[in-house]
T-cell receptor, first 112, second 116 residues
Framework: DVKVTQSSRYLVKRTGEKVFLECVQD?????MFWYRQDPGLGLRLIYFSYDVKMKEKGDIPEGYSVSREKKERFSLILESASTNQTSMYLC???????????FGSGTRLTVV | AQTVTQSQPEMSVQEAETVTLSCTYD???????LFWYKQPPSRQMILVIR??????QNATENRFSVNFQKAAKSFSLKISDSQLGDTAMYFCAFRTGGTSYGKLTFGQGTILTVHP
């Protein structure tokens, strides 16, 4: 089975800290995504990457950046964490040969 | 831009009964895909069912089926013979068929509780 692993299940950070959320997939997928999940808003796309070093903004990129230096790893960076970035963050990868998406188990980030 | 709307924040059903979750979407595209995902308390997103817009036949996966009304832009999920393990958050999602790199647009989600 394809696996998408997010490095932390729960994370607590202080306002102003630089935060790294890591995501690793093990099936050579080209496309990777970062979503933010909030109650009543569903999942919203922050950034995605369609290949190594290639990235595009999603619907809510403000306050975030990403890095994809290797195909298997897609990192989400909160440059200066703020309390309104307290949320669940989900990473996903997609097999372009079919329609399959695989999601990680999420990182619940609390910024205090 | 595409939008997906789930108007039912919460639903509940008795075990063994049938429940229908609603989803509407808005797009000017003609080639697209629709999905229902399940997110149990473990948080792992699980694909329940997928529908290609060019297919007129409604998709079915065991106890799960959809009612796809393309003209009305409606994509509801019917769960028959509900089981306790169906308790989860359900998301409707949309993806265009072009060079969108597979970006999914999600609805707000519906929390389904199955009661014994």
């Amino acid at each position: 089975d394809v696996k998408v692993t997010q490095s932390s299940r729960y994370l607590v950070k202080r306002t102003g800290e630089k935060v790294f959320l890591e995501c690793v997939q093990d099936m050579d997928h080209e496309n990777m995504f970062w979503y933010r999940q909030d109650p009543g808003l569903g999942l919203r796309l922050i950034y995605f990457s369609y290949d190594v070093k290639m990235k595009e903004k999603g619907d809510i990129p403000e306050g975030y950046s990403v890095s994809r230096e290797k195909k298997e790893r897609f990192s989400l960076i909160l440059e200066s964490a703020s309390t309104n970035q307290t949320s669940m963050y989900l990473c996903a990868s997609r097999d372009t040969a079919n329609y399959g998406y695989t999601f990680g188990s999420g990182t619940r980030l609390t910024v205090v | 831009a595409q939008t997906v709307t789930q108007s039912q924040p919460e639903m509940s059903v008795q075990e063994a009964e049938t429940v229908t979750l609603s989803c509407t979407y808005d797009t000017s595209e003609n080639n697209y895909y629709l999905f229902w995902y399940k997110q149990p308390p473990s948080r792992q997103m699980i694909l329940v069912i997928r529908q290609e817009a060019y297919k007129q036949q409604n998709a079915t996966e065991n106890r799960f089926s959809v009612n796809f009304q393309k003209a009305a832009k409606s994509f509801s999920l019917k769960i028959s013979d509900s089981q306790l393990g169906d308790t989860a958050m359900y998301f409707c999602a949309f993806r265009t068929g072009g060079t969108s790199y597979g970006k999914l647009t999600f609805g707000q989600g519906t929390i389904l509780t199955v009661h014994p």
